[in-house]
T-cell receptor, first 110, second 114 residues
Framework: NAGVTQTPKFQVLKTGQSMTLQCAQD?????MYWYRQDPGMGLRLIYY???????DKGEVPNGYNVSRLNKREFSLRLESAAPSQTSVYFC?????????FGPGTRLTVT | AQSVSQHNHHVILSEAASLELGCNYS??????LFWYVQYPGQHLQLLLK??????LVKGIKGFEAEFIKSKFSFNLRKPSVQWSDTAEYFC????????????FGAGTRLAVHP
């Protein structure tokens, strides 16, 4: 079991560029989540998907979109990156209220 | 708004010292409580969790936490820290009916000196 995997590990974007962060889990979990981690602020929920075919906004959804492609995959898209989106992004999946996190993507927007 | 407060942002200890990290939450209903740890350069790992039952829960690596409902607190403790405990620690809450959405505290950075 690979658990939760994320690609890429690192990315540098220029303001206005777009990109998609990929996340996949092989644990057959229904729920998946995207968080961003910023110094002194803990992790904040961007979007989540309670099950395949559904997505909902979290605490900080502005500037992001998501796609739950199938049960395994949950992608996060930045349509027009801004410096305020410089952060570390974590994907997670959930089983019985316990969340399993991926290794993260460190994104820098210049 | 629902929130989770971690009172210590940075803690510095010597090896063998005792550790207590505070966590309070503002939600008044039933909650599930968690402590996660993030070692340098790594992703979050679950240390321990409380859903119901005995309010004193034991986790991995000698950590424990006590749920005190009347104080809305879930403090993390370890009797004797090691250098390898250097990490950032996050308290998190899932309120009931919260679709398993974790609400995190800001984190506490622990540095343990040999």
């Amino acid at each position: 079991n690979a658990g939760v995997t994320q690609t890429p590990k690192f990315q540098v974007l220029k303001t206005g560029q777009s990109m998609t962060l990929q996340c996949a889990q092989d644990m057959n979990h229904n729920s998946m989540y995207w968080y961003r981690q910023d110094p002194g602020m803990g992790l904040r929920l961007i979007y989540y998907s309670a099950s395949e075919g559904t997505t909902d906004k979290g605490e900080v959804p502005n500037g992001y979109n998501v796609s739950r492609l199938n049960k395994r995959e949950f992608s996060l898209r930045l349509e027009s990156a801004a410096p305020s989106q410089t952060s570390v992004y974590f994907c997670a999946s959930n089983w019985q209220a316990e969340q399993y996190f991926g290794p993260g993507t460190r994104l820098t927007v210049t | 708004a629902q929130s989770v407060s971690q009172h210590n942002h940075h803690v510095i200890l010597s090896e063998a010292a005792s550790l207590e990290l505070g966590c309070n939450y503002s939600y008044g209903g039933t909650v599930n409580l968690f402590w996660y740890v993030q070692y340098p350069g790594q992703h979050l790992q679950l240390l321990l969790k409380y859903f119901s039952g005995d309010p004193l829960v034991k986790g991995i690596k000698g950590f424990e936490a006590e749920f005190i409902k009347s104080k809305f607190s879930f403090n993390l403790r370890k009797p004797s820290v090691q250098w390898s405990d250097t990490a950032e620690y996050f308290c998190a809450v899932i309120p009931s009916g919260g679709y398993n959405k974790l609400i995190f505290g800001a984190g506490t950075r622990l540095a343990v000196h040999p």
